[in-house]
C-alpha cells in the first residue's frame, strides 16, 4: 500500500501548524489524500496555510489553539470531529526547545517548555482519544498511529486507539 493509498481519508490533527515542522507536515498528509485539521496560535496565518491547501483540493479545517490551554486543545478536537467524524491521527508538534545550563534557568522558562511540550501534548491526547476510539460508527479499519520513545523497548499502547506525538528532553 502506497502512502497516498494509506493516507487517503484518514483524518490528522496538527498541533503547531503554523510553521516548520507543523506546516510541512499539514502539506504533506494533505498531498497523501489526508483530511488535515490544523491548530497553532497563529489564526492569520493557519486561515492562510488553510487557504492554501483547500486551493490545492485538500480537506482542511482549522482551529486557533494555545496548547498550553486545556480548553484550546479540547476545541481543536471537536473542530476535527465536527468536520471530518473522528480521528485517525494525532501529531503532537507544538513545543519549544531551550538551550541553557540547568543551574543558569529561570524557573518561569522550564514551567513555559514543560507547559507546551509535556501538557499540550498531554491535553491533546487526552481529548483525542475518546474521540478516535468512538468518533466513527465503523472503527474496525480506522486506527490511529503512534510513535514514541518507549516504542523501541516494546512498549505497546493497550487500547486500539493510538496516538502519535512527539517527546521533548530537556538536555542538562
Known amino acids: ?10 483524518t490528522v490533527v496538527i498541533t503547531g501548524a503554523s510553521s516548520g515542522i507543523g506546516r510541512a507536515l499539514a502539506y504533506e498528509f ?22 492554501d491547501l483547500t486551493n490545492r483540493g485538500a ?9 498550553t490551554r486545556e480548553e484550546d486543545c479540547r476545541r481543536l478536537v471537536e473542530t476535527a470531529v465536527a468536520r471530518f467524524g473522528g480521528i485517525d491521527i494525532l501529531v ?15 524557573l518561569d522558562v522550564l514551567r513555559r517548555l514543560m507547559d507546551v511540550n509535556f501538557w499540550g501534548t ?5 481529548y483525542a482519544l475518546p474521540k478516535g476510539c468512538y468518533g466513527y460508527h465503523d472503527r474496525s479499519a480506522k486506527k490511529m498511529e ?27
Open 122 to 126: 498531554v491535553y491533546c491526547t487526552k
Open 92 to 106: 503532537c508538534n507544538a513545543g519549544i526547545s531551550m538551550r541553557a545550563l540547568f543551574d543558569n534557568v529561570q
Open 1 to 10: 500500500m502506497s502512502e497516498k493509498e494509506f493516507f487517503k481519508g484518514k
Open 59 to 67: 480537506a482542511v479545517a482549522w482551529c486557533a489553539a494555545d496548547v
Open 30 to 51: 494533505a498531498a497523501n489524500g489526508a483530511n488535515v485539521v490544523i491548530g497553532a496560535r497563529h489564526d492569520t496565518k493557519l486561515a492562510e496555510i488553510a487557504g
Open 146 to 172: 503512534y510513535e514514541i520513545s518507549g516504542r523501541k523497548m516494546g512498549i505497546k499502547p493497550k487500547k486500539r486507539s493510538q496516538v502519535l506525538c512527539r517527546l521533548s528532553v530537556i538536555e542538562m
